[in-house]
């Protein structure tokens, strides 16, 4: 079963029986391997206020736990939060909190966001480095969504290498184990249909608006292939050559650009990525990253449990075992029973752990709920 016809089969209508099948053949397919090699991570937003006693206290809680790695947001597409010649940088928080999560034995790797850039002077001095849409609406000007939007295109090189001076920058941190990329898509075309109602919109299209990249030299490029204009399309969403362009933008920034600059310094890359990648023309199973994170964020779907699972088998299966898969779980969204299930669900279904987001989201109750279910699966390896 190859990854299109595994999608198609989690999107039928009568896809129970498949989905069941498709977990099985990821059993099959994996068993013994993610159960000796599980690691469990969290993403942890920003804190510049919390003392290095406060520090000591949560990661010792985190590696009670059972997590294997922090994942500590370092830059946010308005600052960085560690000493920067590159961006504007708030603090050393990164510097201050690594040496800590180090000495209790965490695994650190900066979490960065990577196509959205919300720096005033870069906005202002190099609005051509932004993505515009089909209406010919640059993301500067009108975001899509939210104010901060602003996303770089993968098409224009000095944007490109804007992003690859901060993961240079990160890989000459010797104590850091890994950069791990966020963001690292366009737009979303298609929000999740949970999202949906929070912004006014039914999203049953893809609507022009919201269709990037068509700036000047998105469209340059493609008549070059294939000598056609991608604004003279008249279905854009159903051109097969125009979707892989994009997706190869993307593909080629990652694989050629941003993990040849981290593993000059050893460093591990690892990704935030959608199960839903065409929407955001993100063809993550073709990247050549240590670990990739899918945010299976079921109410943002409006779905429960049972779809995390299946959409970690959807994710192994489409990766055929070329890098391992560790589910996105969205704690505040989880109750204790969701948490235990969504946990034991994915690693079922082939992944090699789970990622929380985030260390905000979880109580004292969960943090229980998580280590008495890490415990049970470290019983079964």
Known sequence: MNRRQFTGLIASAGAGLAIRRAIERTRLLFNGDSRTNLKFWIWIGNDVNSSVDDWKKRFAVMKD???????????????????????????????????????????????????????????????????????????????????????????????????????????QFDRLDGIHFDYIRYPDVILPKGLQPKYHLIQDRELPQ?????????????????????????????DTSWLQFRYDRITHLVNDILIPTAKKRGKSVSAAVFPNWKNVRQEWPKWNLNGVLPMLYAGFYDEGVDWIESQTAAGVISLDGKLPLYSGLFAPQLSLDDLRNAIRGSIRSGAHGVSLFSSQGMTDDKWSAFKSEVALEDDSR
């Open 65 to 171: 736990s059972g997590i294997d790695a922090i994942l500590p947001e370092i830059y946010n597409s308005h600052q960085a939060f560690y000493e920067s010649k590159h961006l504007p940088y708030s603090n050393k928080w990164l510097e201050t909190i690594m040496p800590i999560a180090k000495a209790e034995g965490l695994e650190v790797h900066a979490w960065m966001w990577s196509m959205p850039c919300n720096i005033d002077d870069v906005v202002t001095k190099h609005p051509d480095w932004y993505v515009v849409n089909r209406l010919g609406e640059s993301s500067t000007v009108k975001p899509a969504y939210v104010p901060f939007y602003k996303f770089l295109c993968a098409s224009h090189p000095d944007a490109c290498e804007f992003v690859r001076e901060t993961v240079e920058e990160l890989s």
């Open 210 to 238: 919201f269709d990037y990249c068509y700036c000047d030299l998105c469209r340059s490029d493609f008549r070059k292939q294939t000598g056609a204009d991608p604004k003279e399309i008249p279905d854009p969403s159903s």
